[in-house]
């Protein structure tokens, strides 16, 4: 493809990305396909001659396009959102434009230093503290995942002095990390990755509000001590995956400092409302903290990927991470940040690049602005789930995610269970909405959570006229 042909389908597709964005609510969240159904339209084997751009991009907006979620929809109320904004994609153009790698100082120079500024820039709209106050210095991760897995090989090896890294962890006592019930299954997989073994990771119960229990979390640490257990690393929670749960700060840390436990903050989702002063509620104890990570990449209008680890102590990261073969070796070595070291693949994205692009482009206020509208929407809707005495709430609402059931009709719990999850389903085949059914308690509820960045109030409005008309069909007895 010559520059001019690049040029020609560049603006036709920018023409289209607009179109697809201003008209995406026309498509259905979800699309009804089959396993495999997408996969019989592709060739079996790759074209030997070169194809025209046209046949490329019909292709996809045939085949692939009806056989994608449409995650930019505003009626996606699923999983957590992957939001992004148009601010977001333009950087991403650019991102893809220049490729490079930004795996050290050297390989871009400026690269590395936006994205130590704009982690700083968020840190700050986040109250977090700062490196002058022993506070926090921020690498972007592609995922939490990453974070929580650099977290757990850090309190590893501080429990050991770094002795697992060089002579493995049979030449350690055995290890144990602790994180509540609640706790996204990233935890569980880092745990097994870092070789500790599934069965070192201690899922604490938690309290009536689905927040960890301090008690059981300090017996269990107390009865590994007793056991001759090293107590290494605690995840805890910060609008948890499930229900949105927070975690006791203060307690857990000053557990934590008690016994020289590392402490990590996993506020993937919850965390871009840190942005929102009235939400530093959540934070209280973060003093005790020794790393944090949020993602942008969910609920702040910044492509996925992008996720910001902050960690107090980045000597202790790069100590368990770094590598140094005479290849990348450079003039400015150990004078500037080279964050290779800071994370597990060697290779990055610009990645600072989209989240630079976005918080210069709404402002701090305007991103506040975006998430104080997707929680009164979910005030809203909680309230009314609340006045219907056909739905119940599963678990009090966290800032814009809530669960109910359907409860009418005077039935058995299984039957309830039943009636919820066949809602559930009934919704998400229509395309017209997407809810994620799910198990609180025991009991089978709808999760739902709103954060798209296009969603208004009366997507919500209409969502909830659905829900309460397709159950009254479905269950009209
Ligand atoms: C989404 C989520 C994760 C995993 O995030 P990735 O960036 O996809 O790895 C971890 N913890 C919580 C609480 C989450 O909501």
Redesign the pocket.
């Given at each position: 493809m010559d520059f001019d042909e690049f040029r020609r389908h560049g603006h036709a597709f920018v023409d289209w990305m607009a179109d697809y964005l201003e008209t995406v609510e026309d498509r259905p969240v979800r699309p009804q396909v089959e396993p495999g159904e997408i996969a019989r339209q592709l060739p079996s084997s790759p074209p030997d001659s070169p194809e025209a751009m046209a046949d490329i991009f019909a292709d996809f907006e045939n085949i692939l396009l009806p056989g994608m979620v449409n995650w930019q929809h505003p009626s996606f109320f699923a999983?957590?959102t992957a939001n992004s904004s148009p601010p977001s994609v333009l950087a991403e153009m650019l991102t893809a434009t220049l490729g490079a790698q930004c795996m050290m100082w050297e390989t871009s120079p400026a690269a590395t230093e936006l994205e130590t500024r704009v982690l700083d820039w968020l840190r700050q709209m986040c109250g977090l503290p700062g490196p002058d106050e022993g506070g926090f210095h921020g690498v972007i991760q592609?995922?939490?995942?990453?974070?929580?897995l650099c977290a757990i090989l850090t309190a590893r090896e501080r429990a050991t002095d770094w002795a697992a890294n060089v002579k493995g962890l049979k030449s350690t006592p055995p290890l144990a990390v602790y994180t509540s019930i609640e706790?996204?299954s990233?935890?569980e997989k880092s745990v097994k990755i870092a070789g500790l073994g599934a069965d070192a990771l201690r899922k604490i119960a938690t309290t009536d509000d689905f927040g960890m229990d301090p008690k059981a979390l300090r017996a269990a640490v107390e009865a590994d001590i007793a056991a001759g257990i090293i107590p290494a690393c605690v995840i805890a929670?910060i609008?948890?995956?499930g229900v949105g749960a927070v975690d006791p700060l203060e307690p857990i840390g000053q557990l934590c400092r008690e016994h020289g436990i590392f402490l990590h903050i996993?506020?993937?989702?919850?965390g871009s409302a840190f942005i929102l002063p009235e939400k530093h509620w959540m934070l209280e104890g973060i003093d005790y903290a020794d790393s944090l990570?949020l993602?942008p990449?969910?609920w702040l209008f910044t492509n996925?990927?992008c996720?910001a680890h902050y960690v107090r102590d980045p000597d202790a990261l790069i100590r368990t991470l770094t590598i140094l073969p005479d290849y990348l070796k450079h003039a400015n070595q150990g004078d500037v940040i080279d964050y290779r070291d800071w994370g597990i693949a060697l290779g990055r994205r610009f990645r600072a690049l989209k989240l630079w692009f976005v918080i210069r482009s709404y402002g701090v206020s305007g991103l506040q602005s975006m998430l104080r509208a997707h929680i009164a929407h979910t005030v809203w809707l909680a309230q009314e789930i609340e006045d219907d005495k056909g739905f119940t709430l599963a678990a009090p609402r966290r800032l814009s995610l809530i669960a109910f059931r359907y409860v009418a009709g005077n039935v058995e719990p299984e039957e309830e269970d039943r009636r919820t999850d066949l809602l559930a389903k009934t919704l998400n085949d229509s395309g017209r909405l997407y809810v994620t059914p799910t198990t609180v308690k025991g009991r089978r509820a709808i999760r739902f959570n709103i954060g798209q960045t296009y969603t208004e109030r009366h997507h919500v409005e209409a969502a909830w006229k659905d829900i309460k008309e397709t159950a009254a069909a479905l269950f009209a007895d």
């Open positions: 999983f957590f592609d995922t939490a995942s990453s974070a929580i706790t996204h990233s935890t929670s609008g948890a995956t996993d506020s993937a989702w919850a990570v993602n990449h969910k996925f990927d996720s």
